[in-house]
């Protein structure tokens, strides 16, 4: 073979080396652009998934309220008493039990008191008329207490708060519950509205015994009241408190209803 045919000969291998190249570079970079445009598409694809994965799950978590209350609103104004204030307004001071005199001083201690009246109270003591009869278990006379001085009774063990001292008999012994408790019940008298027989809506007082949630419990006829709930009272009732036996019968010498 000449020497201009070799030469041309290493030319062509020299050419086709650099075409295989050139193509097979060509193509890598349209793989890499077709790869790499494929991916950001894949990416641009996923992004759009999880913003709108994002919007449903805020949609779906957002508060059905119209109105979004801030975080830490400011606190209103609030004029009723708190509950410091309520619990000293029950507090009373009475002599104390059991404690010796300090020179010409007797002792005294704080008693605070289990009932506070409602806001629908009488304005006023009742007309006369109401009372409780008691019939006492020992068979003694009956006594008549009188309720038209004030719109609140408290019954209860205790001489130095209650209104209607109960008598609970000798002390019981250490551990067992008392026959009755010192702040027992209340007799309570409460505005209550009502139709009259010509369609009109008038305004009166009426009586209502709430038990204080107390270990043996208050009887209405019989049957225990639920605790700490008011039940109207009517002429003729027996009330029982506790354990004791003693009979208190309601009175109202007027049941004229408008």
């Known amino acids: 073979m000449g020497r201009h045919e070799h030469r041309d000969h290493r030319d062509d291998r020299r050419d086709n080396r650099k ?16 790869d790499h ?8 694809r996923s992004s759009r998934r999880e913003d709108h994965k994002d919007r449903d799950y805020r949609d779906n978590h957002r508060s059905r309220s119209p109105r979004q209350s801030p975080e830490h609103s400011p606190e209103r104004p609030n004029y009723h ?24 001083s007797a002792a005294v201690e704080t008693v605070v008191l289990k009932y506070h009246e409602p806001a629908d109270r009488a304005a ?13 278990k020992s068979g003694d006379p009956s006594q008549t207490i009188r309720l038209n001085k004030q719109t609140a009774f408290l019954v209860g063990t205790d001489s130095r708060v209650a209104d209607i001292v109960l008598d609970a008999g ?9 026959r009755a408790d010192a702040q027992h019940a209340v007799i309570q008298f409460r505005v209550k509205r009502r139709r009259n027989k010509q369609n009109q809506t008038i305004t009166e007082t009426v009586p209502y015994i709430i038990d204080l949630e107390s270990a043996r419990g208050t009887y209405l006829n019989g049957e225990e009241v639920p605790a700490a709930s008011y039940v109207e009272l009517r002429a003729q009732d027996v009330l ?7 009979e208190y019968v309601f009175m109202f010498n007027d049941e004229k209803k408008l």
Do not use: I, Q
Not at 19 to 34: A, C, I, L
Not at 91 to 99: G, I, N, Q, S, W
């Open 240 to 246: 029982e408190f506790g354990a004791l036996r003693d």
């Open 81 to 104: 008493r708190s509950g410091l204030l309520a619990l000293e307004r029950n507090r009373v001071t009475v002599p104390a039990l059991d404690k010796p005199r300090r020179g010409n």
């Open 19 to 34: 075409d295989y190249r050139d193509d097979r570079y060509s193509s890598e970079r349209r793989d890499y652009r077709d």
């Open 170 to 178: 000798p002390p019981v012994a250490e551990g067992k519950r008392p």
């Open 37 to 44: 445009r494929d991916d950001r598409r894949d990416n641009r």
């Open 124 to 136: 006023s003591p009742p007309v006369p008329g109401y009372a409780l009869v008691l019939f006492p």
